[in-house]
């Protein structure tokens, strides 16, 4: 078996696509998957499973439609890959510090995509990178680093530019989910 996590993309952002997470947990468990945790409001499922990921990913795509009235893409990454997006960060500890304390808030974040950037769209998202708003792509996930607020960031804005599914999330997100799952894998 295989501890995943599911990021769902857009859901309790600004009011809009509202889920509790007690209610996705349920359907979740609704689905048939094990050792079900939900980390924070924006949409985080841990679970086990022993299927692949494209069918995982359009069964829970299909369900939660199903369940909750509207389309919710589903970007999903196992404990092994989590673990992988934190031991290749190709920022150092000092420049994420930097970048925080230029910003005074979170400045690194993880672009998690549903597939690899094409060359043509990783050309065309350098075009919004600066001294400011700094990304490195590894496999599936685009590392960036603010040094500015993350909401003002032209690079955050255009991450579509990639046209591969996006959902973003921080450092400590990251990092927390990586331990939760470690955590169900015992």
Do not use: H
């Amino acid at each position: 078996m295989t501890i995943y996590v599911a990021l769902l993309r857009g859901i309790n952002v600004g009011g809009k696509n509202r889920i509790k997470m007690a209610d996705l947990k349920l359907t979740f468990e609704n689905m048939g998957l094990k050792k079900i945790q939900t980390y924070i409001q924006s949409g985080n499922v841990l679970f086990e499973s022993n299927q692949e990921e494209k069918q995982l990913r359009q069964l829970i795509e299909d369900k939660l439609e199903e369940e909750f009235g509207f389309s919710i893409p589903v970007i999903l990454r196992t404990s092994m890959e989590l673990e992988e997006i934190i031991n290749n960060c190709p920022f150092s500890e000092e420049e994420a510090r930097e970048a925080q304390s230029a910003s005074k808030a979170e400045s690194l974040y993880i672009g998690l995509l549903i597939q690899p950037p094409s060359e043509e769209g990783i050309q065309q998202l350098n075009d919004y990178k600066s001294q400011t708003d700094q990304f490195k792509i590894i496999g599936r996930d685009v590392y960036l680093l603010f040094y500015n607020s993350i909401r003002n960031s032209k690079l955050a804005n255009n991450l579509y530019k990639l046209n591969v599914l996006t959902t973003t999330r921080n450092w400590k997100t990251i990092s927390k989910l990586a331990q939760l799952a470690k955590l169900i894998e015992r």
